[in-house]
């Protein structure tokens, strides 16, 4: 019973992927897959790796871009996002985004995100699995040029994606 209980303790620990062991190397396309009035449907494919040795999981993410008090738009990731263990390529993101004001909003977000992210905001929640672990990571009110910094992601690269 006691080497049980060790095990149990032991194995959350090895099955942690260090932050090194992955990498985002950029977008690669973006493709619409269905336009709403409410609610639009895109796959991000997203070139990364994982070099540790655990699967890891993006079960849940809900982001929400805002400029002051006002959303500008929210994206929803409803599919788990597998990156396997000792991976190098790229990952079909399906993400559901949703522009406040419909088409007519999205137009206008486009328009402030052409001009720079000065003055947004991002929040939100993202759920990923590590092997045994599963995180629960709350982002509130972050600025979005550093949202996007951490992530080694560049406005431009994302606006030369979706042709703007």
Known sequence: MKKLIILLLILPIVSCVRVEDLSYDGIESVQVQSVGTSQTAIDLFVRASNGSGTNLTVARAELTLKKGDRTLVQARVDEK????RKFDGTVRVPVNVRF???????????????????????????????????????????????FLRQFGIKLSDILQNIDL
């Open 81 to 84: 996002v597998k990156l396997p």
């Open 100 to 146: 406040e004001g419909g088409m007519l909003g999205a137009i206008g977000v486009m328009s402030t995100l052409s001009r720079g992210v000065q003055g947004t905001t991002v929040s939100g929640v993202v759920v990923a699995r590590a092997g045994l672990m599963r995180k629960k990571y709350v982002i509130e009110d972050m600025e979005t040029e550093r």
